[in-house]
């Protein structure tokens, strides 16, 4: 009896197991590095969350929250150890329509049935779908966010203001210029110089930890006059309340919902997914899609019932999770429960801690998630692949990273189609009985239908005509229409065509559109023949 998908999906799902690999200990040693790699993406999470939060025009908790819940669930639960999730901009700049037009409140129901879309892709096993995503299109998805993380830190260069007027960040408007433009840049750049030199030093702490740390000392010890966490909004706060989204359960409701559900869903998933490839390859780690989607979207479910803004992984915060030496489940789990710690005990603290640190952080983020051996290779690929690459990349900067896959895996898919297009080609040779063979080579699909066609000389072709599909395969209806067309041909000049090697896949193909009228049981490796009669459009097998 078969089983139901969400009783096949429960077996496979990987329970959280917080070793670095099966059989190996958890040491002393792997625990700090986790714990402080932890640590570090926590402070980093603080601005983050506050901004986006301010994108989507909601209270920074809404923000910090989120951050903290989906975080902590997906480290628990996710389908990739060392991965990070919280609230983000792509999200956010969906929300801020809806929250604008309808409240907070729809928000958290929205967050709500976008996590249930979620979970019932990772049920469905949908997440292996994103192995359709070619590699440029994953080059120009890395220098596309490298290039958004880039920007999304200028905003800290302005004067601080009321954010919750302006929506961007720490800055009320105005350029930082002079005096306190040149200390930002100085405290940014030491920032990154502390950053690439720690190593080289120590691995006791990680670096961007030590950057931070660093910098902050001296701010406050000098009481040097820069822009501050606490500049962006007060981070104070208690634990996240249970609260039902206060919105009326009518169909109304739902149509409302609906359609910025689903858009969230598709962005939170997609980049979830890229980013657990890309943290995959950075780990050595394999599979876990199905199993990320089930944790993402079980916690936006739990997050939009605790007054979150809902959230998905962060590219940014993954990398500086990774390169600092997070590797097990500890590290996402302390990241949220630092940030929680932050929001109850110590925001007077972390309000302190100066933003060029974070943006020193951010930008060496930047350099390590830049794609740079693309820019070498731009030249050497082939150009559909270089396009490809420039193309998400721009479309990524300049719309979202949604479209900008959507579009990278079509534009990909069309080219591989007109390429295989290209490919439809026959050689010919006459039997000694007099007769012309077609020996078909390349897939016969809607691409190549039209080519399929040209191939033959209908008027200098003897009375019986072979076309000899060993070579190729039929793809689709549009390759059935093709030989149909062709088969019309031959009848209307009074001459017989006959199609061998048609493999199982293609006679139950032409059997289901209506095209074969018997069962064969040849075995395609060894031949089929088979007559084609135009009269009673029935392909007889032989």
């Keep these: 009896m078969s089983r139901s998908p969400l009783a096949a999906f429960t077996d496979r799902i990987t329970l959280p197991d917080l070793r670095l690999s099966p059989g190996e200990p958890m040491t002393p040693s792997r625990i700090r590095i986790e714990l402080l790699s932890g640590l570090t993406v926590a402070l980093a999470l603080v601005p983050e969350a506050v901004a986006f939060a301010f994108v989507a025009g909601v209270h920074p908790l809404v923000g910090l929250y989120a951050a903290f819940m989906v975080g902590l669930i997906t480290a628990v639960f996710g389908g990739r150890p060392g991965m990070i999730s ?105 920032t990154m110089a502390i950053i690439w030199v720690m190593p080289r030093i120590t691995k006791v702490i990680p670096a961007p930890l030590a950057g931070i740390g660093i910098i902050a000392a001296i701010v406050i010890a000098f009481g040097l006059d820069v822009p501050r966490v606490g500049d962006m909004a007060s981070i104070e706060g208690g634990l996240p309340p249970f609260h039902i989204p206060m919105v009326p359960l009518t169909w109304e409701t739902f149509e409302i919902i609906l359609p910025y559900a689903v858009i969230l869903a598709a962005i939170g998933l997609i980049e979830s997914l890229l980013t657990l490839n890309l943290v995959g390859e950075m780990t050595n780690q394999r599979g876990g899609a199905s199993q990320e989607c089930v944790a993402q979207g079980a916690a936006n479910i739990v997050t939009g019932f605790f007054g979150g803004m809902g959230g998905c992984a962060m590219i940014g ?105 290209r490919r439809i080609h026959a050689k010919t040779y006459a039997t000694p009985e007099g007769a012309k063979v077609y020996q078909v080579q390349g897939p016969l699909f809607f691409g190549s239908s039209d080519g399929f066609v040209e191939l033959f000389d209908v008027k200098t072709d003897p009375g019986l005509v072979i076309v000899d599909f060993a070579d190729s395969r039929v793809v689709d209806q549009s390759a059935l229409q093709a030989i149909e067309a062709v088969a019309i041909k031959y009848e209307a000049a009074g001459k017989k065509i006959q199609l061998r090697h048609l493999s199982r896949d293609c006679h139950r193909l032409l059997k289901k559109a209506g095209h074969l009228m018997v069962d064969s049981a040849d075995d395609p490796d060894y031949g089929l023949a088979v007559d084609y009669d135009v009269r009673t459009g029935i392909l007889g097998g032989h």
């Design 86 to 190: 919280g609230a983000t901009g792509a999200l956010a700049v969906v929300m801020v329509a809806l929250v604008a037009e309808h409240g907070v409140e729809y928000l958290f129901a929205t967050v709500v049935l976008m996590g249930i879309l979620q979970v019932f892709a990772g049920v469905m096993r949908w997440g292996k779908f994103i192995r359709l995503v070619p590699h440029p299109v994953m080059l120009g998805f890395v220098n596309g966010l490298a290039i958004v993380i880039f920007l999304a830190q200028l905003t800290q260069f302005k004067v601080p203001g009321t954010v919750e007027n302006t929506g961007h960040g720490a800055g009320g408007g105005a350029w930082l210029s002079g005096g306190p433009l040149a200390l930002m840049l100085a405290l940014v750049a030491a």
């Design 317 to 421: 915060q993954s990398m500086i999770n990774v390169k600092s030496g997070g590797r097990t489940r500890i590290a996402g789990i302390a990241a949220a429960l630092f940030l929680l710690a932050f929001i109850l005990f110590a925001s007077p603290l972390i309000e302190q801690i100066p933003l060029a640190a974070l943006v020193g952080v951010m930008f060496m983020v930047v350099i390590g998630t830049f794609a740079w051996n693309s820019l070498r290779i731009l030249a050497r690929v082939p150009l559909t692949d270089a396009v490809v690459i420039v193309l998400v990349t721009g479309v990524t900067v300049y719309a979202d990273l949604a479209v900008a896959v959507v579009v990278g895996v079509i534009v990909s898919a069309l080219a591989y189609a007109w390429n295989n297009a």
